[in-house]
């Protein structure tokens, strides 16, 4: 591909590394329960062995890729409905109270980061969704929980949870972007948050942040039953 070429001739660096391993996983082009070496990752893209060794390192910190043995590592897997709907059941009881929190806390800088992270995300949803489009709403993504998980001012146990869930969670919702579904969903979230962000409306924050999990559950649920191999529930690679 294109991309792996240019990612080898101008960018080894362990954070490009990271981000070329993190988006492919993100859209499934690394599948989920495929092997990952240092070495052979090294060889097929024609990197060094520590900008690999890093990224892996972080992408585990991440939760989307576990550790088989010190030199194999494994991207989380299966990708299963089980998996979603735990992950799901979790967000639901955690999320919305995390964006309140955030939200209702937030200092006029950080509030009006949210509003302009809220702008460029809408921009996205407004346009065709191709694979770049799709990973660059992920990243303002985010970008936006990031903040909101740092305004709650929360961070020895609040923000840890929600690291713990966030690779998974973003992972899941490519998934449904890619497969265009609720697109129009997140762009109306995204224009309400607006002004709940300058009102501080927390109950407000909470009502959205509850529909759009919902909206992805759905969705994201019946994206992975369609794609299911054999009724085992383990997820097909998605491709566009």
């Known amino acids: 591909m294109a991309d792996t070429r240019a990612w080898a001739t101008e960018a080894r660096s362990s954070e490009a590394v990271y981000r070329m391993l993190r988006n492919r996983i993100m859209t499934c082009e690394l599948v989920p329960g495929q092997l990952l070496t240092e070495r052979t990752s090294a060889v097929q893209w024609g990197l060094g062995?520590?900008?690999?060794?890093?990224?892996?390192?972080?992408?585990?910190?991440?939760?989307?890729?576990?550790?088989?043995?010190?030199?194999?590592?494994?991207i989380i897997t299966p990708l299963t409905l089980k998996s979603v709907n735990d992950l799901f059941t979790v967000w639901a009881l955690f999320g919305p109270e995390m964006a309140a929190l955030g939200t209702s806390r937030a200092d006029p800088e950080q509030a009006g980061r949210l509003r302009q992270l809220m702008v460029d995300g809408n921009a996205v949803l407004a346009g065709p969704l191709d694979r770049d489009q799709v990973l660059r709403f992920i990243h303002i993504t985010e970008r936006t929980f990031d903040l909101v998980a740092s305004a709650s001012l929360n961070?020895?146990?609040?923000?840890?949870?929600?690291?713990?869930?966030?690779?998974?969670?973003?992972?899941?919702?490519?998934?449904?972007?890619?497969?265009?579904?609720?697109v129009d969903t997140f762009l109306a979230a995204g224009m309400t948050w607006h002004s709940v962000i300058d009102r501080r409306d927390a109950l407000g924050v909470t009502r959205l942040t509850s529909q759009a999990a919902a909206a992805s559950r759905a969705s994201a649920v019946r994206l992975l039953t369609d794609r299911t191999k054999n009724g085992d529930g383990v997820v097909l690679p998605l491709r566009r």
């Open 49 to 74: 062995l520590p900008p690999v060794r890093d990224a892996l390192t972080r992408l585990v910190g991440d939760g989307l890729v576990q550790v088989v043995s010190p030199n194999a590592y494994r």
């Open 155 to 182: 961070d020895r146990l609040l923000i840890e949870v929600y690291r713990s869930l966030s690779g998974e969670l973003w992972r899941v919702l490519a998934l449904v972007l890619i497969s265009a579904d609720r």
